[in-house]
């Protein structure tokens, strides 16, 4: 598929999605999101690739959904509810997605920077969810992922005043990773997309996977899935592989089997 609003790129086994919508700061149409969608599960298929950032450029991460696409929409307009769907589909890849988010990152933005796994931002990011400014709500997650990362207070206080914060401040509440100078947002999302590039890629799905569990099922059921998980890997080459490579005191070789 060839891309209007994105860009892909792939370096060695780490795939780059850029959003690239400058004029209107990226802000998420259903064109761009449908794009997102098809690559992001392509990258996810393509056996090359063990890692992907997600990346708005240095100046913008993403300003939202986009207003002047929705500001006619019924509750039942096919393309607000197709939008939606094809955003959806972005959550549920195997592989670990890392943010790198410089500049806005709002309302649709944030949430699709909360939607991945790991988030580093430069220090001009501004994380916020304004969506009450135009009389709706978050719907992308916004309400259940900010909550259950900053908490009930901080979350009602971001989704009720609509205010936004900054790189530090998102960082002191856990919300971002780490905070890095902007000319540095790029390598060092990729420093860290090469360390887990280079983990045996069953483990690393496995263990993105248990992670995710947590945020959706009581400590019973994650426990008990994180169990099945341990012991699922047993069956693997590269379990094997890694511990005979520590007795032996050598780097392990994974094979992703
Ligand atoms: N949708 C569509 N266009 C947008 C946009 C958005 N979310 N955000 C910015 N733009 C456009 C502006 O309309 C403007 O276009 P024109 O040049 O054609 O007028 C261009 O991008 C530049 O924006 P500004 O001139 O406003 O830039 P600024 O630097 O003065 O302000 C800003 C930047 C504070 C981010 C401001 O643009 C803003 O408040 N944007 C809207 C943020 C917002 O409310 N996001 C939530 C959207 S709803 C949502 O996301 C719902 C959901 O979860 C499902």
Known sequence: MDYENIVVEKDGAVGIITLNRPQQLNALSY??????????????????????????????????????????????????????????????????????????????????????????????ARFGQPEINLGTIPGSGGTQRLARTVGKHRAMEMVLTGEFIDATEAQRLGLVNQVVPVELLLEEAMEIAEKIAAKP?????????????????????????????????????????????????????????
């Not at 997102?36 to 056996?47: I, P, S």
């Not at 096919?78 to 806005?104: C, H, M, T, W």
């Not at 690393?204 to 994180?226: C, R, T, W, Y």
């Open 31 to 124: 064109d761009l999101v449908k794009e997102l969608a098809v690559a992001v599960e392509a990258l996810d298929q393509d056996a090359e690739i063990r890692v992907v950032i997600l990346t708005g450029g240095e100046k913008v991460f993403a300003a939202g959904a986009d207003i002047k696409e929705m500001a006619d929409a019924g509750p039942f307009d096919e393309r607000l509810q197709g939008r939606l769907s094809f955003r959806d589909r972005i959550n549920k890849i195997s592989k670990p997605i890392i943010a790198a988010v410089s500049g806005y990152a709002l309302g649709g933005g944030c949430e699709l920077a909360m939607s991945c796994d790991i988030i580093i931002a430069s220090e001009t």
């Open 201 to 257: 890629p069953l483990a690393v799905e496995l263990a993105k996977e248990a992670i995710l569990k947590a945020f959706n099922s009581p400590l019973d059921e994650g426990l008990e899935f994180e169990r099945k998980c341990f012991y699922l890997l047993f069956g693997s080459e590269d379990r094997r592989e890694g511990m005979k490579a520590f007795l032996e005191k050598r780097k392990p070789q994974f094979k992703g089997k």
